[in-house]
């Protein structure tokens, strides 16, 4: 009597990179669930990916699934213990610094715009001026993905805020 050969059947979590909305979530988890013997789940909050595996599928196909999707993927590290983790920096001080910056060189331009005593021959010039580093490096991450996504042949919301400020 034969004994029945049962799949294989793991659980592996992805930690994923690149998402910029929940689109980019819906793509990654589209592509994974084409895999054979794969059942995928993709947070975009948490930027992970849950995905049960039947059969002999390696985290390394799934990290290239996602990586030809348009994405990063990795395997999480063992979480370290307290003590020897190093104070990270706030990963939203990069964003803060270009909020504010396109903040500062926006305001003028607003109110050039807004209050007609204020406007001076060729005023149109500063204006250009001081909007082009917003539109240009104000709204990179925005561009970025708009790029990634063109390469992949789609367009999500990043594509539609990148045209309207371009």
Not at 9 to 15: A, D, I, K, N, P
Not at 23 to 47: F, H, M, P, Q, W
Request: charged letters at 15%; hydrophobic letters at 45%.
């Amino acid at each position: 009597m034969g004994t029945a050969q049962t799949p294989t059947q793991q659980q592996v979590e992805l930690v994923i990179g690149g998402m910029t909305c929940a689109s980019c979530a819906a793509r990654i988890e589209k592509k994974l669930n084409k895999l054979d013997g794969v059942t995928a789940t993709v947070n975009y909050a948490t930027e992970k990916a849950r995905v049960e595996v039947t059969g002999d599928v390696s985290p390394e196909d799934l990290i290239a699934t996602v990586e030809q999707a348009g994405y990063t993927a990795t395997v999480p590290a063992p979480p370290k213990p307290e003590a020897t983790v190093p104070a990270e920096e706030d990963p939203a001080a990069a964003l803060r610094t270009r909020l504010l910056v396109s903040l500062v060189l926006s305001v003028p331009v607003i109110v050039l715009a807004m209050i007609p005593a204020l406007q001076f021959t060729n005023w149109q010039w500063l204006s250009l001026t001081l909007a082009a580093p917003v539109v240009v490096w104000g709204a990179l991450p925005f561009h970025r993905a708009a790029w990634t996504n063109l390469r992949h042949a789609t367009a999500t919301m990043d594509t539609l805020i990148s045209m309207g400020t371009l």
